[in-house]
């Protein structure tokens, strides 16, 4: 009978001390976490957090963020016009320097003709540096030759923006689109001119940055501008 009493004791120990280690020592895992969220209203961001359920720490965090707009004492109403273009940090930056302290109330025109405003200047940028390399005698005569097709594309360019001013002052929408539309066709002759000629443009910074402003100005133009 005390044997019997005896090995229950020792059962009822080895349990208990069983029981108490598995309390003490939880299973150590680990998981991964993976968060997206897009709005229409924000750039999206996207980002991966590793957790260790271990430790409770975690791991390592990575950010991917999307360009944001400059949006420091910019007016709201600009925001909006050019959030809704295909460049629209380059649609506001293009049109702040223009401001400068006077009030100004941002409406679909007003920007347009401001866009347009920077885009002729940049025109003149690439018309000035078009001009000093073909009377550079080190430019390739193949160069000068793409150089003064560019030149005829560039002044066109500065053409079709006057009637572009012309046709907001009259209220007529059909000619604002038109001319900004023949715009990407005087942009496109010049870089051509350079394609076919397997020639890489001197201006093709500039380039790209007239291109990107006619894209602006057509998206306003066509879609904003009405009377």
């Given at each position: 009978m005390g044997m019997n009493h005896l090995i229950l004791a020792l059962v009822s120990l080895s349990c208990l001390f069983?029981?108490?280690t598995s309390i003490s020592t939880p299973p150590s895992y680990s998981y991964h976490y993976s968060f997206s969220h897009s709005s229409s209203s924000?750039?999206?961001?996207?980002?991966?957090?590793?957790?260790?359920?271990?430790?409770?720490?975690r791991m390592d965090q990575t950010f991917n963020k999307l360009p944001t707009l400059p949006t420091?004492?910019?007016?709201?109403?600009?925001?909006?016009?050019?959030k809704d273009t295909d460049h629209p940090e380059e649609c506001i930056s293009n049109i702040v320097p223009f401001l400068g302290h006077s009030k100004?109330?941002?409406?679909?025109?007003?920007?347009?003709?401001?866009?347009i405003q920077a885009m002729d200047?940049?025109?003149?940028?690439?018309?000035d540096k078009a001009t000093?390399?073909?009377q550079d005698h080190s430019t390739q005569k193949m160069t000068a030759s793409c150089l003064e097709t560019c030149l005829d594309s560039?002044?066109?360019i500065l053409d079709s923006d006057k009637r572009v001013l012309d046709a907001l002052s009259l209220h007529d929408v059909y000619q604002v689109s038109m001319e900004l539309s023949s715009?990407?066709?005087?942009?496109?002759?010049?870089?051509?001119?350079?394609?076919?000629?397997?020639?890489?443009?001197?201006n093709i910074q500039m380039d790209s940055a007239i291109r990107k402003m006619i894209s602006n100005t057509l998206a306003i133009g066509v879609d904003k501008v009405h009377f």
């Open positions: 069983s029981f108490s924000a750039p999206s961001a996207a980002f991966n957090v590793h957790f260790s359920k271990s430790s409770g720490t420091n004492n910019v007016d709201p109403g600009l925001q909006q016009i050019c100004f109330v941002a409406e679909p025109v007003s920007v347009l003709k401001l866009e200047n940049k025109v003149k940028e690439a018309i000093k390399l073909m560039y002044k066109s715009n990407i066709e005087n942009v496109q002759t010049c870089e051509d001119a350079f394609l076919e000629a397997n020639i890489k443009s001197p």
